[in-house]
């Protein structure tokens, strides 16, 4: 069966630290992967996606980047972090872009201090 | 652009109740609409998917509903329990991207 793993579940970094976060899924091939970003009492902000190795597209210019570096693999990076970079950040995968079910992880809570 | 509304941003309910969750949107070309489940602090729980061909789709005491030409699908929730306390959201697929909608959060009190 497919698992995602998140880590870590919680991080506290200061102002202007750099950022990684790492999101794997097992169990399957080819996934597209997603980064989502939940800010306190809002929505889901989609970050990145990825539908390939190396292919990444940016939905919302901001402090962060993505790659994807391995099949099963996308990380998060921020070089410095800033305070409106705090939130809950959200890894997400599925196989197809049609008629295919998507999964989370448990999420990184990230507070920027 | 798509927009996608969910109403209302809370509800409250006693244990025992039916109970429907609504997800609006704009754009009618969709690939298929999925409703999640969202404990504190925790990720996100898939409940249902409804391929954009379907209609409805049922898994235990939920039912969601599709209607593309008027914007709408439904979340229907029978014989609430406290358990079904959390927040629930609705995500619409589209282009390969999921957009979602503020959610629902759901008490249910015993």
């Known amino acids: 069966s497919q698992t995602i793993h998140q880590w870590p579940a919680t991080l506290v970094q200061p102002v202007g630290s750099p950022l990684s976060l790492e999101c794997t899924v097992e169990g399957t091939s080819n996934p597209n992967l997603y980064w989502y970003r939940q800010a306190a009492g809002r929505g889901l902000q989609l970050l990145f996606y990825?539908?390939?190795?190396?292919?990444i597209s940016s939905e919302v210019p901001q402090n962060l980047s993505a790659s994807r570096p391995q099949d099963r693999q996308f990380i998060l990076s921020s070089k410095k972090l800033l305070l409106s970079d705090s939130g809950f950040y959200l890894c997400?995968?599925?196989?197809?872009?049609?008629?295919?079910?998507?999964?989370f992880g448990q999420g990184t809570r990230l507070t920027v201090v | 652009k798509q927009e996608v509304t969910q109403i209302p941003a809370a509800l409250s309910v006693p244990e025992g109740e039916n109970l429907v969750l609504n997800c609006s949107f704009t754009d009618s070309a969709i690939y298929n609409l999925q409703w999640f489940r969202q404990d504190p602090g925790k990720g996100l729980t898939s409940l249902l998917l409804i391929q954009s061909s379907q209609r409805e789709q049922t898994s235990g005491r939920l039912n969601a509903s599709l209607d593309k030409s008027s914007g709408r699908s439904t979340l229907y929730i029978a014989a609430s329990q406290p358990g079904d306390s959390a927040t629930y959201l609705c995500a619409l697929s589209n282009t390969g991207k999921l957009i979602f909608g503020q959610g629902t959060t759901l008490q249910v009190k015993p």
């Open positions: 990825s539908v390939g190795i190396g292919q």
């Open positions: 997400a995968w599925r196989t197809g872009l049609v008629n295919t079910e998507a999964f």
